[in-house]
């Protein structure tokens, strides 16, 4: 199995090289050191290689609401989103390694702080950092994957690995979920200068409630939802006023953003640090944005908002310069419209194509807290209470906001829905709020409708061939032949 032995670079110094260490008290000898380490999973969550490219398209593509646009693209993603997925594909064998990768870094500073003569508080809460830190990336594995090896310390001599087994989902989720709560029980409300890159005790609540709605135990889901609702005077998460500046990379660390991945706009560091590519890969080949046509919306999902949601007109992109005259996609290179939440606006540090952008993507945003705990209110309750209906409203309220003048659409629903009308209703509020934001997915994987998506009538991107079995990627074909313990592979491969 691949794992790291190193702790990752600083947020604030792209090009410094990894410290390399073969035990965390070679390392860990000062609070600094402390700081570094935890910063150094950061650093590795915005990689190329899984925020600023690979997890998020991958995760995209997966779902029945983004599609290829450029068809001569890599064919490793031509097998994902097609569900023609091998062992062998380039996207699931960059995954896997660099999230155990965060885990090591994760599992490094867990390991070596507690040995450094610090502020207890302070020992205590960088911890914490490192411990929702590795629980996200194995939020994403399980959910990837199914069954992956759970290690949670840190590998000094990788001989101990080498043949290690996979753990139970059910034990990897007990231990993403302690995790959590060791992050609710010590880390601060906010950070200083308004931080949102560094998970909070807010943060921790939400990855808790997201990982209780993956669970279908809604009582718990609600639980921690409502305690970030109701709390969120003190965490300082609100809606902001106009979605569309959810979607300006130069609007960081707003009151919105729960938890989100920070790219630095216009450096680069080693081993694809600080590269962030969604901007090209969503926007427009051979128009004045430079983008790569890579990733579009499927064919059905334009025509399914309603022209009237002002939400329709800030995701998607049917228009733009090419050699400065505004020009429909129909004469684009691609003739598809286009997904608009990442490069329309990917910061005034970011390359001419805007990659190497200044955005900072959600892990979590706040208009999800309210829409997690509606639909945990109404699963747990059988039919949605008086704060379900607030919590869907008011992000439905937002969106009557078309860039500062008041519409009425889409309205408040209305007292008297039934369990079932309430479900459909919330799954749509998520489907139309959370467009392109690599949610889908999960989504559909937890409410069971992953088959009907992409083999009913109405489907937005028809694959007939879509099975049960793909719910799950292939194990990567490196990981089974250095372990052979990690068979089986995940059925259908």
Same mark, same amino acid.
């Given at each position: 199995?691949?794992?790291?032995?190193?702790?990752?670079?600083?947020?604030?110094?792209?090009?410094?090289?990894?410290?390399?260490?073969?035990?965390?008290?070679?390392?860990?000898?000062?609070?600094?050191?402390?700081?570094?380490?935890?910063? /150094?999973?950061?650093?590795?969550?915005?990689?190329?290689?899984?925020?600023? #490219?690979?997890?998020?398209? &991958?995760?995209?593509?997966?779902?029945?609401?983004?599609?290829?646009?450029?068809?001569?693209?890599?064919?490793?993603?031509?097998?994902?989103?097609?569900?023609?997925?091998?062992?062998?594909?380039?996207?699931?064998?960059?995954? *896997?390694?660099?999230?155990?990768?965060?885990?090591?870094?994760?599992?490094?500073?867990?390991?070596?702080?507690?040995?450094?003569?610090?502020?207890?508080?302070?020992?205590?809460?960088?911890?914490?950092?490192?411990?929702?830190?590795?629980?996200?990336?194995?939020?994403?594995?399980?959910? $990837?994957?199914?069954?992956?090896?759970?290690? /949670?310390?840190?590998?000094?001599?990788?001989?101990?690995?080498?043949?290690?087994?996979?753990?139970?989902?059910?034990?990897?989720?007990?231990?993403?979920?302690?995790?959590?709560?060791?992050?609710?029980?010590?880390?601060?409300?906010?950070?200083?200068?308004?931080?949102?890159? #560094?998970?909070?005790?807010?943060?921790?609540? &939400?990855?808790?409630?997201?990982?209780?709605?993956?669970?279908?135990?809604?009582?718990?889901?609600?639980?921690?939802?409502?305690?970030?609702?109701?709390?969120?005077?003190?965490?300082?998460?609100?809606? =902001?006023?106009?979605?569309?500046? =959810? *979607?300006?990379?130069?609007?960081?660390?707003?009151?919105?953003?729960?938890?989100?991945?920070?790219?630095?706009? /216009?450096?680069?560091?080693?081993?694809?640090?600080?590269?962030?590519?969604?901007?090209?890969?969503?926007?427009?080949?051979?128009?004045?944005?430079?983008?790569?046509?890579?990733?579009?919306?499927?064919?059905?999902?334009?025509?399914?908002?309603? @022209?009237?949601?002002?939400?329709?007109?800030?995701?998607?992109? &049917?228009?733009?310069?090419?050699?400065?005259? =505004?020009?429909?996609?129909?004469?684009?290179? *691609?003739?598809? !419209?286009?997904?608009?939440?990442?490069?329309?606006?990917?910061? &005034?540090?970011? +390359?001419?194509?805007?990659?190497?952008?200044?955005?900072?993507?959600? !892990?979590?945003?706040?208009?999800?807290?309210?829409?997690?705990?509606?639909?945990? !209110?109404?699963?747990? +309750?059988?039919?949605?209470?008086?704060?379900?209906?607030?919590?869907? +409203?008011?992000?439905?309220?937002?969106?009557?906001?078309?860039?500062?003048?008041?519409?009425?659409?889409?309205? @408040?629903?209305?007292? /008297?829905?039934?369990?079932?009308?309430?479900?459909?209703?919330?799954?749509?509020?998520? #489907?139309?709020?959370?467009?392109?934001?690599?949610?889908?997915?999960?989504?559909?994987?937890? *409410?069971?409708?992953?088959?009907?998506?992409?083999?009913?009538?109405?489907?937005?991107?028809?694959?007939?061939?879509?099975?049960?079995?793909?719910?799950?990627?292939? $194990?990567?074909?490196?990981?089974?032949?250095?372990?052979?313990?990690?068979?089986?592979?995940?059925?259908?491969?």
């Amino acid at each position: 199995m691949c794992l790291a032995f190193s702790t990752g670079v600083s947020c604030t110094n792209l090009d410094e090289k990894p410290v390399g260490i073969l035990a965390p008290q070679s390392f860990f000898n000062t609070p600094a050191d402390a700081e570094s380490a935890v910063m /150094g999973t950061y650093s590795m969550l915005a990689s190329e290689r899984l925020y600023g #490219r690979k997890l998020n398209i &991958t995760l995209q593509l997966l779902g029945d609401m983004v599609d290829i646009g450029d068809v001569g693209t890599a064919s490793r993603r031509v097998q994902i989103n097609s569900f023609n997925t091998d062992s062998n594909n380039g996207m699931i064998n960059n995954i *896997w390694p660099n999230l155990y990768a965060v885990i090591g870094a994760a599992n490094a500073a867990i390991d070596g702080i507690p040995a450094i003569d610090m502020n207890e508080d302070k020992k205590n809460q960088l911890m914490a950092e490192a411990k929702v830190v590795r629980a996200l990336s194995y939020y994403h594995l399980v959910q $990837l994957f199914g069954e992956v090896p759970y290690i /949670g310390e840190f590998v000094s001599d990788p001989s101990t690995v080498a043949d290690i087994s996979k753990t139970s989902v059910e034990e990897i989720y007990a231990n993403i979920i302690a995790d959590c709560e060791v992050g609710i029980q010590y880390l601060p409300n906010t950070y200083e200068n308004n931080v949102r890159s #560094r998970p909070t005790k807010g943060a921790a609540q &939400t990855l808790l409630a997201s990982v209780y709605l993956a669970r279908q135990d809604y009582a718990k889901a609600a639980e921690h939802a409502e305690a970030v609702i109701n709390n969120a005077g003190d965490y300082g998460y609100d809606l =902001l006023a106009d979605f569309k500046n =959810l *979607w300006n990379a130069d609007n960081a660390n707003h009151a919105e953003q729960v938890w989100a991945v920070d790219f630095k706009g /216009g450096i680069g560091g080693s081993n694809g640090q600080n590269v962030d590519y969604m901007a090209p890969l969503s926007g427009v080949r051979d128009a004045d944005m430079q983008g790569w046509s890579v990733i579009v919306p499927s064919p059905g999902v334009y025509d399914s908002f309603d @022209d009237r949601d002002y939400r329709k007109e800030v995701s998607f992109l &049917t228009e733009t310069n090419v050699d400065g005259v =505004l020009t429909s996609y129909e004469e684009w290179k *691609w003739p598809r !419209i286009h997904m608009a939440k990442w490069c329309i606006s990917p910061g &005034t540090s970011a +390359n001419a194509d805007g990659s190497y952008s200044d955005h900072n993507y959600n !892990i979590f945003r706040y208009a999800e807290v309210l829409l997690m705990a509606a639909e945990a !209110i109404n699963e747990a +309750n059988g039919g949605p209470t008086a704060a379900a209906y607030e919590y869907l +409203n008011r992000v439905r309220g937002r969106a009557r906001n078309k860039g500062g003048v008041m519409t009425d659409f889409p309205a @408040d629903l209305s007292a /008297g829905m039934s369990q079932a009308e309430f479900r459909v209703a919330v799954r749509e509020e998520r #489907r139309v709020e959370l467009a392109f934001e690599w949610k889908r997915w999960y989504d559909l994987k937890r *409410w069971g409708t992953a088959q009907e998506a992409f083999t009913s009538p109405a489907s937005y991107e028809p694959h007939e061939n879509f099975v049960q079995d793909y719910l799950l990627l292939p $194990l990567p074909q490196n990981e089974l032949n250095r372990n052979p313990n990690l068979l089986p592979q995940n059925s259908g491969y």
